[in-house]
């Protein structure tokens, strides 16, 4: 995992063969793993580790030398081969500073006296290693770490009636716009071969076309797609409810979208903008609602907007998904309507395609921050 952008979580490898002594360090760090700023992995032997960093990538790695399937200080050998990225701290005891030594001349970033550090300053030290990771790396490239590809970010939806995921919301720098959407399905496609390598399947993915120019954006989505062997059924493309006015482009285009085997919904849907009519004869499959648009009406009027909305979509067969929910308060709302379908910063915002396969292996608390705290 990149500590690069302060919005991605660190991802912390703890390799510790005392499940005493990685117990008291993980309890340090509850709270940054409730609010989801942190996220560790514990092993025990090296050959876990070695196996866990050829299936994740992490940010960084706090290894002790006494493993029993380990060879001391020549661990950080081992660890370095395996991601030449990633930070290593060494876990040592009082009388080890020959071996921290040795460690660095290997490769480490830093060294740490177990039991020294607890909590907040445990954690600002993995990050200046992660820091020194990075420059040095930097240095040695002469060019900074990102992919030529552009980095995508994905904000899983949760279905609430199962507590897992339901799919992923894919999100591009440069936006679903023609001359944009090939890029990204190149970095759609190698996340996706990622996860998979890993167990993790991410459901449906949706993108949010962009009203620059239709035709071409569905042709340099639906050539991309068929390139990459991607699967239609398996997305959702989101079409913003301007588009379905009268002068409205998006009508034909979506029929073609429909015909290829795409899920067609519709998004900014709000009380000014709301033309169930026009989304019956466009045939829709589901419709996308901005919690947050909703909040200058009040409790009561947008409960009630909601629950004609969702009466109307139920009779027309369309899914209805909740979006930017923020707090407590909304989710049971949305479990009271009987929503399945959320996502927003109450669960986890967007993150790098590094983080996914993590949190799904946590189960619930991957994607729900209140729940983490019952983990």
Same mark, same amino acid.
């Given at each position: 995992m990149s500590a690069a952008t302060p919005a991605e979580p660190l991802g912390l490898l703890l390799l510790e063969d005392s499940p005493a002594d990685a117990r008291l360090l993980v309890e340090s760090l509850r709270d940054r793993v409730q609010d989801g700023s942190l996220m560790i992995q514990t092993v025990r032997r090296l050959a876990d580790a070695l196996r866990e960093l050829k299936r994740f990538r992490f940010s960084?790695? /706090?290894? $002790? /030398?006494?493993l029993p399937d380990g060879q001391g200080v020549a661990n950080v050998s081992r660890i370095r081969e395996a991601d030449p990225d990633i930070a290593?701290?060494?876990l040592t005891g009082l009388n080890d500073q020959q071996a921290a030594q040795e460690a660095f001349r290997l490769g480490a970033q830093d060294y740490l006296v177990k039991g020294e550090r607890w909590g907040l300053e445990l954690l600002s030290f993995v990050e200046k290693a992660v820091g020194k990771?990075? $420059?040095?790396? *930097?240095?040695?490239?002469?060019?900074?770490l990102r992919s030529t590809r552009p980095p995508l970010r994905y904000q899983p939806w949760t279905d609430l009636s199962r507590r897992r995921f339901g799919g992923v919301r894919c999100l591009s720098p440069d936006g679903w716009r023609p001359g944009c959407i090939a890029p990204a399905i190149v970095s759609l496609a190698a996340d996706? *071969?990622?996860w998979r390598d890993t167990g993790f399947e991410p459901g449906v993915v949706s993108v949010s076309l962009e009203s620059d120019g239709w035709s071409a954006a569905v042709d340099e989505l639906g050539t991309a797609v068929a390139e990459h062997r991607l699967r239609p059924e398996s997305m959702v493309v989101r079409i913003d409810i301007a588009a379905l006015a009268p002068a409205g482009p998006a009508a034909e285009e979506m029929q073609r979208l429909a015909a290829a085997g795409f899920a067609v919904w519709v998004e900014g849907w709000r009380p000014d903008f709301a033309l169930l009519d026009r989304i019956a004869l466009r045939n829709c499959d589901g419709l996308a609602i901005d919690m947050a648009a909703l909040a200058h009406l009040g409790s009561e009027p947008s409960l009630r907007f909601l629950r004609a909305t969702l009466a109307a979509s139920g009779s027309l067969g369309m899914v209805v998904a909740l979006e930017n929910l923020g707090s407590e308060a909304q989710q049971e709302q949305a479990r009271v309507l009987g929503v399945r379908w959320v996502s927003g910063d109450r669960y986890c915002g967007p993150e790098s395609g590094s983080v996914l396969p993590l949190r799904w292996r946590r189960g619930p608390s991957g994607l729900d921050r209140t729940l983490a705290r019952d983990a």
């Amino acid at each position: 995992m990149s500590a690069a952008t302060p919005a991605e979580p660190l991802g912390l490898l703890l390799l510790e063969d005392s499940p005493a002594d990685a117990r008291l360090l993980v309890e340090s760090l509850r709270d940054r793993v409730q609010d989801g700023s942190l996220m560790i992995q514990t092993v025990r032997r090296l050959a876990d580790a070695l196996r866990e960093l050829k299936r994740f990538r992490f940010s960084c790695v /706090l290894v $002790d /030398l006494g493993l029993p399937d380990g060879q001391g200080v020549a661990n950080v050998s081992r660890i370095r081969e395996a991601d030449p990225d990633i930070a290593i701290v060494v876990l040592t005891g009082l009388n080890d500073q020959q071996a921290a030594q040795e460690a660095f001349r290997l490769g480490a970033q830093d060294y740490l006296v177990k039991g020294e550090r607890w909590g907040l300053e445990l954690l600002s030290f993995v990050e200046k290693a992660v820091g020194k990771r990075y $420059d040095r790396v *930097q240095a040695a490239t002469g060019t900074a770490l990102r992919s030529t590809r552009p980095p995508l970010r994905y904000q899983p939806w949760t279905d609430l009636s199962r507590r897992r995921f339901g799919g992923v919301r894919c999100l591009s720098p440069d936006g679903w716009r023609p001359g944009c959407i090939a890029p990204a399905i190149v970095s759609l496609a190698a996340d996706l *071969q990622s996860w998979r390598d890993t167990g993790f399947e991410p459901g449906v993915v949706s993108v949010s076309l962009e009203s620059d120019g239709w035709s071409a954006a569905v042709d340099e989505l639906g050539t991309a797609v068929a390139e990459h062997r991607l699967r239609p059924e398996s997305m959702v493309v989101r079409i913003d409810i301007a588009a379905l006015a009268p002068a409205g482009p998006a009508a034909e285009e979506m029929q073609r979208l429909a015909a290829a085997g795409f899920a067609v919904w519709v998004e900014g849907w709000r009380p000014d903008f709301a033309l169930l009519d026009r989304i019956a004869l466009r045939n829709c499959d589901g419709l996308a609602i901005d919690m947050a648009a909703l909040a200058h009406l009040g409790s009561e009027p947008s409960l009630r907007f909601l629950r004609a909305t969702l009466a109307a979509s139920g009779s027309l067969g369309m899914v209805v998904a909740l979006e930017n929910l923020g707090s407590e308060a909304q989710q049971e709302q949305a479990r009271v309507l009987g929503v399945r379908w959320v996502s927003g910063d109450r669960y986890c915002g967007p993150e790098s395609g590094s983080v996914l396969p993590l949190r799904w292996r946590r189960g619930p608390s991957g994607l729900d921050r209140t729940l983490a705290r019952d983990a």
